[in-house]
């Protein structure tokens, strides 16, 4: 993590290179035919962490564009704290340095962005401005625990943004530290990690987890469509204890092709 400059310059930043390699354009436009639950119930069976508390926000988020639908990309963090003046008069080159640390990364991008003044709010970042310039250096949108403002400007450039509220200023946003690991709605995320974000929150992928994501998601969501959906959708005209029957065996069919496929129970 960046330590606070003195003087006029800026915090120094490296971009730490992910030890996978990242997914194709093509995966992550596969991975945007999901919803972020449906994704997740694929990462769920592949990963090794605790999917009960991990990957996914803790707090809650609030989706100010889900007429976007889903974004998909790769984190590049930022650390604001609109509150306090000084960062704009002691980091005087933060901004370029800031955005040229964003324009090195692999895209698509999203920026996660952690506001030290949470729980208030003095101002955000986040507006018609910065939206259209960070579109420009390859950014489809941003995850920030704070606040936006220029909401239909920011739909209008593209840029989609899960933030915690609207506010009408900028205060004196500016960038503090970069290309660190930050904490937003109570999760952590590094620099590089795969996000899937839509209006039900976001998930931050574990690396060791991103290469199997895409499949597992897939057969996820085709393993529901072929059993307990529409064993619950058949239900019309029959008896109640033709129906719970008709419910059980799918859910017994949707478990053993799980477990065939990942050694794991399914959720049903």
């Known amino acids: 993590m960046h330590n606070k400059s003195k003087g006029n310059k800026a915090p120094q930043t490296s971009i730490r290179m992910a030890a996978n390699p990242q997914l ?13 639950p449906t994704v997740y119930n694929g990462w769920e069976q592949i990963t090794g962490h605790n999917s009960g508390r991990d990957g996914f926000n803790l707090e809650e988020t609030r989706d100010f564009m889900p007429q976007m639908g ?5 984190a590049v963090t930022l650390i604001i704290e609109p509150s306090d003046a000084k960062h704009k008069r002691n980091l005087t080159n933060a901004w370029q340095e800031y955005r040229r640390y964003v324009a090195s990364a692999s895209g698509p991008k999203i920026v996660v962005v952690q506001d030290l003044d949470k729980p208030d ?7 018609e ?5 960070h579109r420009a250096l390859g950014c489809v949108g941003t995850i920030v625990d704070g606040a936006i403002r220029d909401l239909d400007e920011m739909s209008n450039a593209g840029f989609k943004a899960l933030a915690r509220r609207l506010c009408v200023g900028h205060a004196f946003a500016h960038p503090v530290r970069w290309n660190c690991a930050v904490e ?3 999760r952590k995320v590094k620099p590089g ?5 839509d209006k039900h929150g976001f998930l931050a992928v574990p690396e060791e987890d991103a290469a199997m994501l895409l499949e597992a998601a897939r057969f996820m969501d085709s393993n529901e469509c072929s059993t307990v959906i529409p ?3 058949g239900a019309s005209g029959r008896s109640t204890e033709e129906i719970l029957a008709l419910i059980n065996e799918a859910a017994k069919k949707f478990d053993q092709e799980t477990r065939r496929k990942f050694r794991k129970r399914g959720e049903w």
């Open 24 to 36: 194709s354009h093509s995966q992550l436009l596969q991975l945007k035919r999901w919803n972020t």
């Open 193 to 197: 990690q795969l996000i899937h974000a």
């Open 129 to 133: 401005v910065n939206a259209n310039i």
């Open 121 to 127: 709010i003095f101002g955000s970042f986040w507006g």
């Open 184 to 186: 937003v709605f109570g």
């Open 231 to 233: 064993a619950a959708r």
């Open 70 to 74: 889903v974004m998909a990309g790769y």
